[in-house]
Structures are given as structure tokens and as C-alpha cells.
DNA sequence: GATCTGTCTATTGTAGATAAAAGACAGAAG
DNA sequence: CTTCTGTCTTTTATCTACAATAGACAGATC
């Protein structure tokens, strides 16, 4: 296998669910602006949709025959990256396996384990590098730095080093910037699980991520916004890994958020600043709590 | 060619400084230690040194049988490793070669220019992106960011942020650190540069390299000091490419630093941040001059 | 004349192969 | 009994090959 399909697998899903909802699909050009892939691809997916008498196309008209199947679409596992794949494997295994700091990383048996190539592999510890849990020793192995207090501590100063000065550019934005209008969405969202918290105390995570890197974005710095990516991981596989008082932790972030979000709106520097100290100093003690 | 031998060819050359210093060599491990390369390596040396008549070698003893001629080194282009060779190329196009911010990069085409497989290049260009002046699109190409003004100050902004806490961890270094040992060192060499500054100003560069990373390291964190790495970086690759006014710039940096270590040494609070502001400002001043 | 389709070419993502380098282990030498 | 050497195995760095995907261009269609 040169190259996996799973941009073709994953826009052919997303096409199904289009075609579900008309009598007729747009011109390829477009179909690839909605999808976000080449026309090469767009044309795959519609020849593979006639083959399966799912459309009747002729040149511009591509004609819905039937409805699709829960059996037409491609399984969810075949349509992940392998770079996805690799980094939840790798994930797994640094946080949940027992992997002491000091443990050598072997990228042979990394890729036989996962079933890929070792370019791969490689490539995403390169990538993955950046975030300060490995390091490589030159034509040998990889080191793993390990998840452990000094790395949360280190990762938690910078973060809330970047976070005032970005909450700083945040109350003087203009009134009329997007990020505005943004800000009220998320705290919209807020209310809404808060309201019914014991159901949907699962959504924090992702708006938590939404939310954070709406401030990094004012501070108008790549590097702060870059550096972002490395706080997300962490808690993404934090999150999921710790799963313990989700509940009760989530509701109180909400809160803290909300108070967050009225301090940035009262355009206020000096409260900004306090309502991002204070929210920041409690993510800060739950990340730590969860290492021994 | 799997792997290129610049590992040994590089450890032969220094082996060979070694060997025109004794009359014989020692143990494979302690030579290995030495070079910093594996036994495997070191014997690969050591055989070659048999064949070309520079040592006798029955186990344990290894005595030197001539002196090195200049034509026994390898020649110190075949020394460089694969990488080392692929940033500079890289380098000398975007910031010499009228590299517009937007331009596309193609990883074949950068490939076939330099003479290497796409592997390296690629592998180097995921390192590479962390520093903020290219971005990839997905099954597509790069696309170059450029040196431009702004992201020479997004730079510094950070920089600065970094340095000046890293500054103020400094003066509260407990007395017997060893950096108090490393900042007397620099600062000598600071004054003897001085001393000659015009024969010597062009020692400036590594210097404040040296002297700007001990700083870092006081930060006790490991994302302070690897960003340092995109400032070495750039004001690497910025001192090779600008060149006007080197000796009184540098002359002024220098003069610079040594308030600034004189600031450190004070272990003033108050001191150590004014005299690492002030040396900023000008640093960062000096970098967007050269920016048009 | 703007947008679309058919066709063709170029580039990326990934696997597989191989030389270089690292590293493990047993027996030899001090 | 510690350190060294000889030998062997494993892993990394790099190249090449190839399917998937992007993208370009000319002619067709509205």
C-alpha cells in the first residue's frame, strides 16, 4: 500500500450524508469546496456513487437514484488518518501503560505494533517532539521525558504567562472584531450545559478547547497560538484519561469560564486580568491533582 | 545509498587529531566515549587506520606507526551530516534567494535541487515548521510565511516575555550554581573580544548565543529554552546574511551585555530586568532595521 | 464569457529495502 | 572480577517506488 484512502473514505461519507438531503448534487468544482478535497477525489466519490446506482450522472447532471444505507457508508475506523492513528496508539501508551520517564522509544517496534510503516512513525515523533514529552538521541532511540509533574508545572507557567498577555489584547479589541460575536456564542454554549450539567458535562472539553484558544488568538502571535496545540493535547488525553469527578471539576470550570467572559466584556484590563488568574491557578491544581 | 557514513567520516577526522597527539590509542570503548560514536564506529576507524599504515593494531595495542598527512582527513564537505546540509540550502533560499511570503514549497523539487531522497527534506521541513515561517497543507505543498516584519515581532514579543522572567530567575540563583561559574566565563571572553574588537568582532555571534541561553536555562523550563532555539536560529542565519555596520553593532551589544551580566551579578530584581530590557530593545531594533 | 467536465501531469504520503551505526553478549586478557 | 575484544543482532537514516491526491489545461456547456 503506497498511500491510504482515507480522504476519499472520509469526503465519500460526508458526500453520502449531502446526497441524503437532495434530489440532485452540485458541479464537481463545488462539491470540492464543500467537501474540502481535489475534483480528482470528488470524481472518485461519484463514480463510485453510480457504480453503486446510488446517482445517475451524466456530465452535469448527477441525478439521486436512491437513499443511502447505513451499509453504504465506509466503517469510521477506515476513514482516520494515520497520523490519527498513531497518535492515539502513542497516546495510549504513554499515558495509560506504565511509561517511566528514562523509557527508550523504538520506532521499529512502535510501527510493528501499530501495523504501519516506519516512516510514519517517524514522522509523527518528529512532529510530536515539539511538545516537550521526548527527545532524540541522535541515530538512536527516542527518549520518553514522561508526563510528569515538572512537565505540567513547566507547560501550566508558560501557559498562563501567554494567557494574561493574551486576555490583555482581548479586552482591547475593537467592538466590531469577530472575536466578539464569538465570545458570545461560547458563552451561550455555557449556559446551555450548565443548565443541564448532569447530561452534558461531557461537551466541557471541547468548548474548554474552543474557548482557550479564542483568548490566544487576540494576543495576534503565532507562537502563542502555536503553543496552544501543546496545552489541547494534554488536556484532550487528560481529560480522557482522568475521568474522575468529571462532573462536579467540569461545572466548576464553567462557572469560572462564565466569570472569565464577563470580565473580558467589561473591557475591564484590571478584572480581566483576576478572572483569568483565578480560573487558570484551578486548572492548574486539577492537572496536578491527577499526577502522582 | 541507505545511510550516509558522515558519523564515521567526521569521527575518523577527529580521531586522527587524537592520534597525532600519542603513540598509542587507548581502549575501543574509551575512544568511543571520547568520539562520541558507538564501538562499531570506533572499529571501523581503527580498521582503517590499519590499512592506510597509520597504527599497528593487534587487540589492546594500537601504536601509532606515522604521523597524519593532510590528505588522510576527509575532506570537511563529506563531513556534514545530511541535515545540516538540507537547512542550509534551505536557508540560503528563503532568506537570500527573493523568497516572497505566500511562495509555495515543493518538497521534490527542493529534493532534486539539493541532491537528496524527499525523505530528508521532508523530515526536515516537519522540524523545520516549528519555527513558525512555513506552514503545510495537508496532501499538498508548504506554503512560506516569510521573515517578514511581523514575524519578527511576534518573535521578540515572546522573546522577550521568556527572557525577562528567565532574568529574574537568574539573580535567585543559589550562590554556589554553576551558571555564576558559566556567566564569569562569558563575561571574560566578553572583554577580550572588546579588547580587539576589531579583529575579533565576528566572535560576536556564537557568543551571544552562549550568553543568551545561559539566561534561558535559569528558567528551569524546558519550553523557555527550546524556543530559544528559533531565536538562535534566525539571528544565526541573520548575522550571515546581514552584514552592514557588524563591528559597531556588535561593539554595542557587547558593551550591552556587560551591564547586563554586571546587572545579574548584582542579584537586583530591579537591576537585572532594567539592564535585560534595554538590551532587548536594542536587539530587537538591530533585527527589524534589517527587515524591509 | 463564465463555469464545468474530461484528461493528463506532478506531488504527496507511505511502504519496503538497505547501508551505517548502535548495542548486546560471551569469551579473552589483564 | 573488571575491562576489553570479537562477533552478532537490532535499529536508524536514507533512498526508491508507487498509489492517492492535488492541480493544470483545453475543449464543452450553459
Same sequence: chains 1, 2.
Avoid at 62 to 74: A, E, W
Wanted: net charge neutral.
Amino acid at each position: 500500500m503506497a498511500k491510504q484512502n482515507t480522504v476519499f473514505k472520509d469526503a465519500y461519507n460526508r458526500c453520502l450524508k449531502l446526497l441524503a438531503e437532495t434530489s440532485s448534487l452540485p458541479s464537481e468544482p463545488e462539491l470540492g469546496q464543500v467537501l474540502g478535497v481535489s475534483r480528482t477525489t470528488v470524481r472518485a466519490i461519484l463514480s463510485r456513487f453510480e457504480e453503486l446506482q446510488l446517482i445517475a450522472w451524466d456530465k452535469r447532471k448527477k441525478n439521486v437514484l436512491r437513499q443511502p444505507r447505513p451499509d453504504d457508508y465506509f466503517p469510521t475506523e477506515e476513514t482516520d488518518s494515520l497520523s490519527e492513528i498513531i497518535e492515539r496508539s502513542f497516546m495510549r501508551r504513554i499515558l495509560a501503560g506504565g511509561a517511566e520517564p528514562g523509557m527508550q522509544i523504538n520506532e521499529l517496534e512502535l510501527a510493528r505494533e501499530i501495523g504501519t510503516g516506519t516512516t510514519s512513525v517517524r514522522e509523527f515523533l518528529i512532529r510530536f517532539s515539539r511538545f516537550g514529552l521526548i527527545e532524540k538521541r541522535p541515530n538512536s532511540h527516542w527518549i520518553l521525558k514522561g508526563f510528569t509533574r515538572e512537565f505540567a508545572l513547566e507547560l501550566t507557567e508558560v501557559r498562563e504567562m501567554f494567557e494574561l498577555r493574551s486576555a490583555a489584547r482581548f479586552v482591547s479589541l475593537p467592538h466590531d472584531h469577530p472575536a466578539w460575536e464569538e465570545l458570545k456564542k461560547i458563552e451561550t454554549l455555557h449556559r446551555e450545559i450548565l443548565a443541564d450539567i448532569d447530561n452534558r458535562y461531557r461537551e466541557f472539553s471541547e468548548l474548554d478547547e474552543q474557548f482557550h484558544l479564542l483568548v490566544h488568538k487576540a494576543s495576534s502571535n503565532r507562537f502563542i497560538v502555536d503553543f496552544y496545540d501543546i496545552i489541547a493535547i494534554v488536556f484532550h488525553y487528560h481529560y480522557q484519561w482522568n475521568k474522575s469527578n468529571a462532573r462536579q471539576r467540569n461545572a466548576r470550570a464553567l462557572e469560572e469560564h462564565l466569570a472569565y467572559i464577563e470580565a473580558l466584556r467589561s473591557h475591564d484590563p484590571a478584572k480581566a486580568e483576576q478572572a483569568c488568574r483565578r480560573h487558570l491557578q484551578s486548572a492548574r491544581e486539577t492537572l496536578l491533582q491527577s499526577i502522582p
